[in-house]
């Protein structure tokens, strides 16, 4: 079972950046997509953007265009750079496969806010 620990989160600016970090552990970590995923609170966990094994990503329309997503496949890590960062992009961030099956880690806080 692949374990993850996600990390980078904190205060921004609106038009501010983050970068958020996925640690798994697990030797399988490369075989599955992987995705970040949110929840604001009082709202469902969404998905916002996915990378295949193979490097492809995917991105929720609410994001695209200002996060990208990647994979250090050799370090058993994935990436969320966050750029034009919106209040409503205000959540706690998640990672997991895509879809999800494993346990949920902690999640690390965003909060944009002037």
């Known amino acids: 079972q692949v374990q993850v620990v996600e990390s980078g989160g904190g205060l921004a600016q609106p038009g501010g950046s983050l970068r958020l970090s996925c640690a798994a552990s697990?030797?399988?970590?490369?075989?599955?997509?992987m995705g970040w995923y949110r929840q604001a609170s009082g709202n469902q966990r969404e998905l916002v953007a996915a990378?295949?094994?193979?490097?492809?990503?995917n991105y929720a329309d609410s994001v695209k265009g200002r996060f990208i997503i990647s994979r250090d496949n050799a370090k058993n890590t994935v990436y969320l750079q966050m750029n034009s960062l919106k209040p409503e992009d205000t959540a706690v961030y998640y990672c997991?496969?895509?879809?999800?099956?494993?346990?949920w880690g902690q999640g690390t806080q965003v909060t944009v806010s002037s």
């Open positions: 997991n496969a895509d879809p999800a099956k494993f346990f």
């Open positions: 697990g030797s399988r970590f490369r075989i599955y997509a």
């Open positions: 990378v295949t094994s193979g490097g492809r990503t």
